[in-house]
């Protein structure tokens, strides 16, 4: 897998040196590069609001867990857990903020934020205590944030439409917060046990994953212009991996999108 990323990448940036080094030799083969339609041969600044629907590519899954705490009075007990966690409200309102370059018709960098609505998290679980069972139920909230760098290749078509493919890094955060959790019968021990499983399973933690995006484009004039966009941040789905502890992982993240741009430069 890492090879693959590798390639893709490597290839990814000969494409945009070579579209950056060589647009006007293109833009003379295909177009008067002058008169292209709709399009702004001239480099500028853009901003671009994005609203849509946003994906979280997470799935139920298993961990189990055991271990030896100890009592406030030193004495101490074996505990044994098997739970079942599952993701819902993962298809919810998403939103980006980018700031552009816009270099020529073809090329464009692009620094971006995104933001997806907050999801649930739901679990049950089975706890043996020194021999003795007890259930458990939870709930927690989940939040992604990202901001991404991205090279944008665009392919003007004709009256002001275009099609564009954007590649680069994201930095992306998974924030697991307010895990709550409710036994079918409280005691010391079992109170101990759910605050550590509480405590490891709250966290916050980030990754740089690949991204990409696929759209289509219309500039309505040399100001404004909409794309309809599909991007995914290309996280780790399996989540149940280690099934040694309660850590989770970013996972892939998607959005589907409505965007409205504009420019600094007419």
Not at 109 to 132: P, R, Y
Request: with cysteine; proline share 3%; charged share 15%.
């Amino acid at each position: 897998m890492g090879q693959q990323r590798f390639f893709f990448f490597s290839s990814f940036v000969f494409l945009c040196f070579a579209l950056m080094f060589n647009t006007k030799a293109l833009a003379a083969y295909y177009y008067d590069y002058a008169d292209l339609p709709g399009q702004n041969p001239e480099s500028r600044f853009y901003i671009e609001g994005q609203l849509g629907e946003g994906f979280k590519h997470v799935s139920s899954f298993n961990r189990s867990f055991s271990g030896t705490f100890l009592n406030g009075d030193g004495t101490s007990f074996n505990v044994v857990a098997n739970a079942n966690v599952n993701n819902s409200k993962t298809r919810k309102i998403a939103g980006r903020l980018a700031f552009g370059y816009q270099m020529n018709p073809y090329f464009a960098f692009e620094f971006g934020g995104d933001v997806w609505s907050k999801s649930d998290i739901t679990g049950n679980a089975i706890l043996i205590v020194n021999s003795a069972t007890f259930s458990f139920y939870g709930t927690a909230t989940r939040q992604n944030y990202a901001i991404d760098l991205l090279a944008d290749l665009k392919l003007p078509i004709q009256q002001g439409f275009y099609v564009f493919a954007k590649g680069g890094i994201a930095y992306a955060v998974d924030s697991i917060t307010n895990t709550k959790a409710t036994a079918s019968i409280v005691s010391p021990p079992v109170l101990e046990v759910a605050a550590f499983l509480k405590n490891r399973f709250n966290s916050t933690i980030h990754a740089y994953n690949p991204e990409l995006v696929a759209g289509i484009g219309y500039q309505s004039s040399p100001r404004w212009g909409f794309t309809l966009n599909y991007f995914r941040i290309f996280g780790n789905n399996n989540q149940s991996s280690n099934r040694n502890n309660f850590y989770h992982k970013v996972p892939s993240l998607g959005m589907a999108t409505f965007g409205v741009q504009w420019s600094t430069k007419a």
